[in-house]
């Protein structure tokens, strides 16, 4: 049992070279810092998960038997920090701070939804510039901008639902500066994994991603709040640097 904030991923830093495999009993979040764990030792202990969780996002994408996982990276400044599953900026980010706001008497996918609403009270609209592989780089104005290794976050949310997590590429879901009704709107064909085609949104692929902002970023990353005043975000893909099992 854990005691503090990222103490998994220190247990399992320490100890990836005294086991041949490391099992994460718990959510997306314990995922996410055994994962950061294992990175920082070199990816060569194999990962399991028990889902325990209110999502568990990244256990919908094991399947029977061993698999060479992809694994995001975010650098910002000096700071490095990966993800399993996926990370965004704008609606999701401040969605995941306001999880933990939700009474406790809600949970799974209730949570979600009280997270939605309260996220729908206020949310931010970014203007960021973004660049993916060598192209130009180009401005957005975003409620929301997802970067994704799997299908799903939020526990039911189908955000990029044609990712994979080994297939060496980032997904982005892109969505324009919508207001609420349009995010009310939205968040049903999202449910579904249906929204490939709506004007206000699109969804690109990259192996590596830069995104900067004049104002400070909120960084979601597995559900997990992985930067608090972003201005730069450089994502890249480490292809089949984690070794799962299930």
Excluded: W
């Amino acid at each position: 049992m854990t005691s503090k904030p990222f103490e998994a991923a220190e247990i399992a830093q320490r100890e990836a070279g005294n086991y041949d495999r490391i099992i994460a009993a718990g959510g997306d979040g314990t995922v996410h810092e055994v994962v950061n764990g294992l990175m920082r030792a070199g990816g060569q202990t194999e990962f399991g998960v028990i889902p325990l969780g209110s999502g568990d996002d990244f256990a919908k994408l094991l399947k029977t038997g061993n698999s060479q996982f992809d694994v995001g990276r975010i650098t910002s400044g000096s700071e490095v920090r990966y993800f399993a599953n996926g990370m965004d900026i704008g609606f999701g980010a401040h969605g995941a701070r306001n999880v933990k706001r939700v009474p406790r008497l809600l949970t799974g996918f209730g949570a979600y939804l009280g997270a939605l609403l309260l996220t729908m009270v206020r949310y931010p609209l970014l203007r960021v510039k973004i660049q993916l592989d060598d192209a130009p780089p180009f401005e957005l104005e975003t409620a929301m901008t997802a970067v994704m290794n799997g299908t799903t976050f939020g526990g039911s949310f189908r955000v990029c639902p044609d990712a994979r997590p080994d297939d060496g590429l980032l997904d982005l879901l892109l969505v324009d500066a919508v207001g609420r009704l349009e995010i009310l709107q939205l968040v049903p064909k999202i449910l579904r994994g249906a929204h490939a085609g709506d004007p206000r949104l699109r969804l690109v692929r990259a192996k590596r991603v830069l995104i900067e902002s004049e104002q400070p970023l909120l960084v979601e990353a597995d559900g997990e709040l992985a930067f608090e005043d972003a201005l730069t975000l450089n994502i890249d893909l480490l292809p089949g640097a984690l070794r799962v099992f299930a």
